[in-house]
């Protein structure tokens, strides 16, 4: 079945420096990658998604790029901000249209 | 505006007890999922409902079954709970297109005893 890594686990940065997160995912049919954002105590909310037929998506500070060659895509965020601080989870959808999420990244911006 | 709703957000169950956790939407999605969430693994998929009545295993059904008998309902049952299936569970729906990803529930943090 589908397999998502997601790297690094933890990325510290300091507030208005970029923070980029990746994701490999092993199946070459997996077609829609979303990445949600989960503060703490709350549920996890769809921050952006991409689709097997775009390269590049861009909302604000946010950006996703995706390699479907590789089988990675990544996460952008520009000019961090304190509340951007959160874990960020990748997914990959394949059949069923089911998402398999990455195992996470704790994401700290210090002011 | 609550969408998706977990019926309760905290629930502690002693040993050998059989759980229910319950989750409605009122979006009129016709795919329902449950996770679980554990520091460090993400979120796991332990089954999903694509219809009425219809069911699909995910990664991690052992110990787990679901029941879907109306479109807006979705419940998970740990038959026998064990204190390995303490964790926080997350509720999903989407549409069959994923258009607009998932929708989450609040959770349920389940502590087993």
């Known amino acids: 079945g589908e397999n998502v890594e997601q790297h690094p686990s933890t990325l510290s940065v300091q507030e208005g420096d970029s923070a980029v997160i990746k994701c490999t995912y092993s199946d070459s049919a997996s077609n829609y990658f979303p990445w949600y954002k989960q503060e703490l105590g709350k549920r996890p909310q769809l921050i952006i998604d991409i689709r097997s037929n775009v390269g590049e998506k861009k909302d604000q500070r946010i950006a996703v790029t995706l390699n479907k060659t590789a089988k990675h895509f990544s996460l952008h965020i520009t000019e961090t901000q304190p509340e951007d601080s959160a874990v960020y989870f990748c997914a990959a959808s394949t059949g069923y249209n089911k998402l398999i999420f990455g195992a996470g990244t704790r994401l700290a911006v210090h002011p | 505006d609550v969408k998706v709703t977990q019926s309760s957000r905290y629930l502690v169950k002693r040993t050998g007890e059989k759980v229910f956790l319950e989750c409605v939407q009122d979006?009129?999605?016709?795919?329902m999922f449950w996770y679980r969430q554990d520091p460090g693994l993400g979120l796991r998929l332990i089954y999903f409902?694509?219809?009425?009545?219809?069911?699909e295993k995910g990664d991690i059904p052992e110990g787990y079954s679901v029941s879907r008998e109306k479109k807006e309902r979705f419940s998970l049952i740990l038959e026998s709970a064990s204190t390995n299936q303490t964790s926080m569970y997350l509720c999903?729906?989407?549409?069959?297109?994923?258009?607009?990803?998932?929708?989450f529930g609040s959770g349920t943090r389940l502590t087993v005893v």
């Open positions: 409902s694509y219809d009425v009545k219809m069911k």
């Open positions: 979006m009129d999605h016709e795919n």
């Open positions: 999903a729906s989407s549409l069959g297109t994923l258009t607009g990803g998932y929708t």
